[in-house]
């Protein structure tokens, strides 16, 4: 009986042993890897590049168009001169 008794604390030691082991097991070493992490970490890097080129093709469209609209304005006023001054010439 005491050979069994013995027996049993040893594979309970055992046991200890080995799930402290799993435990302690840095990630580089361990044999799995979470994959998702990296693919998750990787859609966010994209996603982010992806709007911040957005971000800046909408910034240049928005100088360009405000770019436009001035010289549309300065025209438009240009115009309204030129027709003021014919109707001072008719007077």
């Known amino acids: 009986m005491l050979g069994i008794t013995s027996l049993i604390r040893s594979t309970e030691e055992d046991e200890a042993k080995g799930a402290a082991a799993t435990v302690n097991i840095p990630l580089e070493k361990s044999l799995f890897k979470n994959t998702n992490v990296d693919d998750v970490i990787n859609a966010r890097k994209i ?39 014919k109707g001072e010439r008719k007077r």
Do not use: A, G, M
């Open 47 to 85: 996603e982010k590049e992806s709007l911040r080129e957005e971000s800046q093709k909408k910034k240049e469209q928005d100088k360009l168009q405000r770019e436009k609209d001035k010289l549309v304005k300065q025209e438009r006023k240009e115009k309204e001169k030129k027709r003021t001054q």
